[in-house]
């Protein structure tokens, strides 16, 4: 997962001189700030996003409780 989504599509506010927002979802960048959950439920690319995220979850190997070194064992 990724600390910051930032690479999402942005369209130019025309009111605004420097500002932007997502091209799917119309939510202004300074509101996202780089958060996936900050855009809208039905934006395309935070589902696309979250896709990718959950099967990363899932393909990513788990420890168990005994791959975990233990405290009270003894050398």
């Given at each position: 997962m990724k600390p910051f989504y930032?690479?999402?599509p942005q369209e130019k506010i025309e009111e605004h001189q420097h500002a932007?927002?997502?091209l799917h979802c119309k939510i202004p960048t300074?509101?996202?700030f780089g958060?996936?959950?900050n855009h809208a439920e039905h934006c395309d690319y935070r589902i696309y996003?979250?896709?990718w995220t959950q099967l990363a979850?899932?393909?990513r190997p788990h420890k168990?409780?005994?791959d975990e070194p233990h405290v009270d064992e003894v050398d």
């Amino acid at each position: 997962m990724k600390p910051f989504y930032i690479d999402y599509p942005q369209e130019k506010i025309e009111e605004h001189q420097h500002a932007y927002r997502c091209l799917h979802c119309k939510i202004p960048t300074t509101i996202i700030f780089g958060l996936l959950e900050n855009h809208a439920e039905h934006c395309d690319y935070r589902i696309y996003q979250s896709k990718w995220t959950q099967l990363a979850v899932k393909l990513r190997p788990h420890k168990t409780h005994f791959d975990e070194p233990h405290v009270d064992e003894v050398d």
